[in-house]
């Protein structure tokens, strides 16, 4: 989208290898393998010298990190440092929100232990430490929670 638009260089970064031999793929079918080069790495891991030009934008993916989840703020951090052209470049997206909706459940309590005996965790005897568990609200049926407060911005 980026070269359709204008752009004279892009360059992606996809940690994933099936993904980013899957994009140079389409990058090639669509005739733009002179424009767009794919990083095979994590954008963390990306040193300065594997980018020939820093960027003016910087375009993050960010389904499903929930902005906190995979390292995404570090990520977009650390990118924006290594990968853009200082004071100059712009993010997309250029900002988020974290919301909190306090809840009281008996059954979500049982989310703090590991699910099954035989997983073992560093600190099986501190609860809330042996395992994360990415859950939605929306996702669980409502008699299970107790809604607390109203949702609010916890932070921006």
Request: aromatic share 8%; proline share 5%.
């Amino acid at each position: 989208m980026a070269v359709r638009h204008g752009a004279d260089k892009v360059t992606a970064v996809e940690v994933f290898d099936p993904m980013a031999i899957t994009a140079e793929k389409v990058i090639r079918k669509n005739g733009h393998d002179d424009k767009v080069k794919v990083i095979h790495l994590r954008s963390t891991e990306i040193e300065e010298n594997l980018v020939e030009q820093k960027a003016d934008i910087i375009v993050a993916e960010v389904f499903d990190t929930e902005l906190i989840g995979e390292g995404a703020l570090r990520s977009f951090k650390e990118g924006l440092v290594t990968l853009g052209k200082e004071n100059e470049c712009r993010v997309v997206p250029a900002k988020g929100r974290i919301w909190i909706c306090p809840v009281a459940s008996e059954k979500l309590q049982q989310f703090w232990k590991l699910p099954n005996k035989r997983f073992k965790a560093p600190f099986d005897e501190c609860p809330g430490t042996a395992a994360v568990f990415d859950i939605q609200l929306s996702e669980i049926d409502p008699n299970w929670f107790k809604v607390l407060a109203e949702p609010f911005v916890a932070f921006e």
